[in-house]
């Protein structure tokens, strides 16, 4: 293992920022990670893709960088499959090797960013789907001890962008390895507005998971900027659930609010129309903005900072709370 100190993280993390680590190691197994955590006094970050972090200062202490790999499958039955992936693979590699086989129910969270240790930790969503549905359990290990846990669903506390792992546990864990459970006989999700205008536009019928992934990755690809083009988090806030009684008041106000009606009573209101509302769509300020096609991704247009990002999302959060009066949460994980 290597250990490097003063290490760049810009090539780490998809906003592109150039911020620098204290120390900075690589781990390739659980075996070199309990090394690492049993020589180790400084405080911890694991790092994964980079793919929902915002560098706003240099990061104190150690980061370990997950790339522990593997794909396993670990039970096969006539109707479904569980396999395990690495917390240190690709998102994305994952899920086009799951569509190859034939293995559905991750196929609408093709193409997101980042590695499958996070995937846990934010419930990555996309498209009506979210990782709890498709998770079975997953092994972490625990930075202050070394030791493996494992953490069933319901350990977990999924919710919209939530997990344990963001609240109680946060910082406290280093998932090594994520098992799903995957349909031979998928029933395909594609309740999403645009998933069936797409595939209709295709004169697809019958579609696969295949098709479904296809549909997903051209939907994302014309909304989201690529982070290799344009340095960017994806959502960088949460779309806001808000009270009946808040949202009637609101729509008084704003007939033609978009909103979504969710199963707690409570509405959604997608974070990008209320920014766009603001006026900040398409707009940039010195080498940040909101993106053109999509208002709430904030992007990186050059050389922006961690700060500079954080300052216009102040902005943002400060004109949607004056007209709207919603306080828009960060989705990415600032540090
Ligand atoms: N909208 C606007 N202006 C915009 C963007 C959106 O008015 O600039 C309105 C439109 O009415 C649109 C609606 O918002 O129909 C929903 O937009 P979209 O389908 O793009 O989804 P979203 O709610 O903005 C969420 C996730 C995305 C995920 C998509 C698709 C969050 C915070 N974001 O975005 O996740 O890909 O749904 O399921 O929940 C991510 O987490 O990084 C991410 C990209």
Redesign the pocket.
């Known amino acids: 293992m290597n250990y490097e100190s003063n290490k760049s993280l810009q090539s780490l993390n998809t906003f592109g920022i150039d911020i620098k680590a204290e120390s900075f190691v690589e781990v390739r197994s659980v075996d070199e990670l309990q090394n690492v955590l049993s020589k180790n006094r400084k405080t911890i970050f694991i790092l994964g893709g980079g ?2 972090l915002l560098l706003t200062q240099k990061v104190k202490g150690l980061v370990i960088h997950n790339s522990i790999f593997g794909k396993k499958v670990e039970r096969d039955f006539p109707k479904s499959i569980y396999v395990s992936a690495g917390g240190g693979e690709n998102w994305h590699q994952f899920v086009l090797w799951c569509i190859k086989k034939g293995w559905g129910g991750i196929e ?1 969270l093709s193409l ?2 980042g590695r499958v240790g996070a995937s846990p930790i ?1 419930n ?6 979210e990782l709890k549905d498709v998770f079975h359990k997953l092994e972490a290990v625990e930075l202050a001890t070394g030791d493996i846990h494992t953490f069933r669903k319901k350990d977990c506390q999924f919710g ?2 939530e997990s344990i792992f963001k609240k109680k546990l946060k910082d406290k864990y280093c998932i090594i390895k994520v098992y799903f459970k995957l349909s031979k006989n998928p029933k395909l999700n594609l309740n ?3 998933i069936k205008q797409s595939l209709e536009a295709k004169k697809i019928k019958n579609p696969t998971i295949k098709d479904v992934s296809q549909v997903v990755i051209e ?2 690809s014309t ?2 900027p690529d982070p290799i083009e344009l340095g960017n ?7 806001p659930e808000i009270s009946k009684r808040q949202f009637k008041l609101v729509q008084k106000s704003y007939p033609h609010i ?1 909103f979504y009606h969710l199963e707690n009573d409570k509405i ?1 209101i ?8 603001c006026g900040w ?1 398409g707009r940039r300020v010195g080498n940040t903005g ?2 053109a ?5 904030l992007v990186n247009y050059g050389n922006a900072t961690g700060k500079e990002i954080l300052r216009l999302s102040i902005k943002i959060i400060n004109s949607v709370e004056k007209k709207f009066g919603i306080k828009l949460k960060l ?1 990415v994980n600032v540090l």
């Open positions: 793919s929902n609408n997101i960013p934010q990555i969503g996309a498209y009506g789907v919209y962008r999403y507005g645009s939907i994302r909304k989201l988090s994806g959502s960088f806030f949460k779309n978009v959604k997608p974070a990008g129309w209320l920014i766009e509302q769509k909101s993106h096609k999509q208002a709430l991704v989705e």
